[in-house]
């Protein structure tokens, strides 16, 4: 893809990037002087999110901690490619998650792979079945949500708009903008796309007003009813 320049024109292997990553523990400074290493990996900018997570962005790489380890990470995506890279530099660990199907969750086999290392607990990936439901039930969850408010969120994010709709025993989620998708009950209340890796719980709060809560790559985004 000439569009994307550099991006589309650089193609590596997990092998490749391995060597790479261990290459920048040398002190051979071949590729790069210990000042630039030390600018690369310092929490220079510190990220806003929407819990307690210490979240810090460096010259191109994003340092924070997962399963109580300080980890550098950086991920991407292009057309038709997934693509996440995490350096547990205490523990010298590296985990690299290549994909060619952009609808995989990377990020969570990343963090599943680096909690089987550390000894943390983590979820074994597993078939999801659907079961029916009376339409009385789906009718309940129709409307307009948006997601509730967030220093996370992305300003263009805030203004979406997913809207769900029944149509007999079928119960359908369609973001502004975009397709319209179905989802599939597991019970009365969670629900899984099959289009992409995301779990939805749709709920009623403690004040009574009815929510959208997805499931997504380790977070869990919330919407409120409109």
Request: no cysteine.
């Amino acid at each position: 893809m000439s569009i994307a320049l550099g991006a589309g024109a650089l193609y590596s292997t997990v092998e490749d990037l391995y060597k790479w990553s261990r290459s920048l523990d040398t002190d051979t400074n071949t590729i790069l002087g210990q000042a630039s290493k030390d600018a690369m990996f310092a929490p220079t900018v510190k990220v806003p999110t929407d819990d307690d997570r210490e979240i810090y962005y460096g010259y191109g790489l994003r340092v924070d901690t997962e399963h109580n380890q300080d980890r550098i990470v950086h991920n991407g995506s292009i057309d038709g490619f997934l693509t996440h890279f995490a350096r547990y530099s205490r523990e010298r660990v590296i985990i690299i998650v290549l994909s060619n199907l952009q609808t995989a969750s990377i990020s969570k086999i990343e963090q599943d792979l680096a909690a089987i290392v550390f000894s943390e607990a983590y979820e074994v990936p597993k078939q999801r079945k659907a079961i029916k439901l009376e339409p009385a039930i789906l009718k309940k969850y129709v409307g307009r949500y948006k997601y509730a408010p967030s220093p996370f969120l992305p300003p263009e994010d805030s203004e979406l708009v997913f809207t769900v709709t029944t149509d007999s025993q079928r119960i359908f989620i369609q973001v502004t903008g975009g397709e319209r998708d179905e989802i599939f009950p597991e019970s009365p209340t969670e629900f899984f796309l099959k289009v992409v890796e995301a779990q939805l719980t749709l709920v009623k709060n403690k004040e009574g007003k009815s929510q959208v809560i997805i499931h997504q790559h380790g977070r869990d985004w919330i919407l409120n009813k409109i």
